[in-house]
């Protein structure tokens, strides 16, 4: 488990690069939450194009976050995501409140 | 209904081994050639329900989980048993975004997948005792009844 970060402006990317569950949620809530302190982060964009696995443990990773960010009148959005993801996001009803998009660049462009 | 083959594992409740429980049970179910999909599904619903003994059921304490899986020539029914706590009010913890562990970020998602990914569930628990969680799926992919 890995998570890689980019920045454009004030979007802050954070791809993760593994299988997000219970095991890796507080190590992944950690280093997101050291990046998204700092006070040039406004947006955040989480890269799943790596993402291998996901559960109900790292749905309550995204919530959190998106919590935190939307708080701040920021805005959170989700790229590159498989068939397994997509169910996830489905059933837990995260497509009804964060919007999904191909690539970062065209999630960039609507920002 | 007979099935083509069983398996049992047991392991500590630490959370490296809900990657391997759910490793374990998609390679089990993978003899009978079901869909990349399908396997999904099983390894989200055994990652559900590991996740819950080992932090409900256990509360993080150690403790020893139980998998059992029985492979039918069309599906799988797999069973989690965990020694711990036991579930309160199963109707309850069955309601989509019940959680009773809010301050860690839990979705309270868990039952909800394990029922939208699985044909079945049934939970059984007892305070003290433990919980027992029974799921079965058929693999709608798997048409022809035997191959050789």
Known sequence: MKVKFSNKGTTLIASIIGELDHHSADYVKQKIDNELIKSSTKNLIFDFSNLTFIDSSGIGVIMGRYKYITKLNGKALIVNICNQTSRMLEISGIFNIIPVYDNIETAINIM | ?148
């Open chain 2, 1 to 148: 209904m007979e099935p083509i083959n069983e398996m049992k594992i047991e392991f500590l409740s630490k959370s490296n081994n809900e990657a391997f429980a759910r490793v374990v049970a998609a390679a089990f179910v993978s003899q009978i050639d079901p869909t990349l999909d399908e396997i999904a599904d099983v390894k989200t619903s055994v990652s559900e329900a590991v996740t819950n003994a080992i932090i409900h059921g256990y509360e993080n304490k150690n403790g020893s989980v139980k998998m059992y899986c029985k492979l039918f020539e069309r599906g799988v029914e797999i069973k989690i048993i965990d020694e711990g706590k036991g579930i309160e009010n199963i109707e309850e913890a069955r309601q989509p975004l019940f959680t009773s562990k809010p301050e860690m970020e839990r979705s309270g998602m868990g039952f909800t997948v394990m029922e939208n990914f699985m044909d079945y569930i049934e939970i059984e628990s007892k305070i003290g005792s433990g919980t027992l969680i029974t799921m079965f799926k058929t693999f709608k992919s798997i048409t022809n009844s035997k191959c050789y």
